[in-house]
């Protein structure tokens, strides 16, 4: 009976996961870029959180801290585009986490969305929606909603701390994305698996446990250590340059690892 009633509880739980409507940008960002999203392949983490990746595996990791949750596999470098979550433990229930920020580098920019709903560039906060060469972001019944072109789309319910992550599958080749959000290539079954997808100097064995695999995706980004101060507008332009010099050097693959 317990066991039928913890199924019951998971499956809910991932039936709110997968809540989600298909949302028309503003007229700012271009509704001719809207598509079918049969188009697309996604990625979630939500609750504890449970983590779905591109290719459909389903697992589960958390932990305190900054992690890649898209990132390039090998030497690909996504041409500089990157999403990373910081996770904090739930206030409730410590030994769960959830996701308090996310932060989506491109074009050299970074883009920051706190649990606040509060919308950051380079660190300064501006109103939502807002446009510029890389991305357009917009705010709808309570997502917080982030297209790049139409090559990908980021939804962060921040009410929730529920993020979900639209990739065209035309606009990335097998096996160029990877981090918490799977080895994207079409094969479920090499999505946690640490001989292929850590972070290239810290590889492992492809029998490593999950809390191993997720542990090869955190990153040293001062964005963890800032976030409480990133609350703070007044502190905004300090996080601007911080972020900056952070994610520029994280996004150099050689110097990833340091
Ligand atoms: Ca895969």
């Given at each position: 009976m317990a066991r039928l009633l913890l199924v019951a509880l998971f499956t809910m739980a991932l039936f709110g996961c997968m809540h989600g409507q298909a949302q028309d940008p503003p007229d700012e960002c271009g509704n001719?870029?809207?598509?079918?999203?049969?188009?697309y392949d996604d990625c979630w983490l939500c609750g504890d959180p449970h983590i779905h990746t591109f290719d459909g595996a389903l697992y589960q990791y958390g932990a305190a801290g900054t992690y890649w949750v898209v990132y390039g596999c090998d030497?690909?470098?996504?041409?500089?585009f990157g999403v990373t979550v910081y996770m904090e433990p739930r206030?409730?229930?410590?030994?769960q986490f959830r996701i308090q920020s996310v932060w989506i580098t491109c074009g050299g920019t970074e883009y920051g969305i706190l649990d606040d709903g509060r919308f950051l560039v380079n660190g300064a906060v501006v109103p939502l929606p807002y446009l510029d060469a890389n991305i357009c972001a917009f705010k709808i019944n309570g997502r917080i909603i982030i297209w790049k072109g139409d090559d990908v789309r980021i939804e962060y319910r921040h009410k929730f701390h529920k993020l979900r992550i639209w990739l065209k599958k035309t606009s990335y080749l097998p096996n160029t994305v990877c981090a918490l959000c799977g080895r994207?290539?079409?094969?479920?079954?090499?999505?946690?698996?640490c001989s292929l997808n850590a972070m290239d100097a810290n590889r492992g064995s492809s029998d490593c446990s999950l809390a191993e695999f997720g542990d090869?995706?955190?990153?040293?980004?001062p964005v963890s250590e800032t976030n409480s101060e990133t609350n703070s507008e007044t502190n905004s332009e300090t996080n601007s340059e911080t972020n900056s010099e952070s994610k520029s050097e994280k996004k150099t693959k050689s110097g990833s690892s340091d």
């Open positions: 001719a870029l809207y598509t079918d999203r049969g188009l030497d690909n470098d996504l041409n500089g206030p409730h229930n410590p030994i994207y290539n079409g094969d479920k079954k090499d999505d946690t698996d090869q995706w955190k990153t040293d980004d």
